[in-house]
């Protein structure tokens, strides 16, 4: 798919979820460079930096799309000419599209150790890192039952609980106000991640940090189910994460509210290192305190790269 319209289709959200903005991210770049024609590289930089800018303009807290987008684009300022450097993004692309998703596959199996036949789940949003959990767990046969929040405004929870009854798991669905009085009956809480920083710190769909403090206050396990491409780089070097908020007509209808009522709808909220037991990653099983390592010394990060 073009640029354009792969950054129309994240935008509107037709494309969701981080992992699979961060795979269409690559695809675009590549295929952007499979129908490049030109042949003056200068020319070329300039048009792939204007496409790089457009992708990461399209939804502002998901680091796994800056990641995608970076590892896409990963050495090729260094390319001798335009068809040594459409070559390198393809693979890179290529290679980033593969491992994204085999990354998904094996936080399933490593996620799935962590549930015990007869379990009750609850899961928020719709992140296919945590269904990887469920759906591996399931096809173990290990019975267990989710509860899946409806997760408004965007009501992610209806594709879950699609998802999760196509695959014959039992299913219930509850609006996110009844988180809490749920989570007596819940034995392990899965969810999704956005962007996952450097000290810890969750940043997911808006309602996740309610879930984990009831999680909290019930003793309920909380897991976090992150690919590394997760990690935000920006967040070693100090950056806030960007909480983006989408348009008002998502929470009501036009014409439901006088003018003067505003409506503030971030979509992503912040969960603290302390309310999550562990963060579920291709790499394996680690605790919040462990990320800024696994930044530095497995994934190569470093502030010093300011
Ligand atoms: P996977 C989604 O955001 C949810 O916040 C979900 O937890 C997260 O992305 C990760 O999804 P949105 O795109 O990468 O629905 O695990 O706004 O699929």
Redesign the pocket.
Known sequence: MNISDTVADIKC?KI??????ARAGAEALSDFADGYEGTGMQTFLGDLDEAKKALLGSRPT?V?LWNGVHSTLRGVTDAKDVGEATALIKLNADKFITSSENAVRVIGEIGAKRVQDGDTILTI??????LSVMKTAHRQNKHISVYATETRP?R?GILTARELDAEGIETTLVVDNAVRSVMKKVNKVF????TVTSHGSLI??VGTSHVALAAHEARVQFYV?AETYKFSPMSLYGDMVTIEERDPSEVAAPGELPETVRIYNP??DSTPAAYIDAIITELGMMGPGAVFGVMTHQLGYSALQL
Do not use: E, P
């Open positions: 959200m969701r979820g981080a992992g699979k903005i998901a796994s949003c719709n992140s296919s890192a945590a965007w992610q969810v999704g991640a956005d997911n769909k189910c979509v992503f």
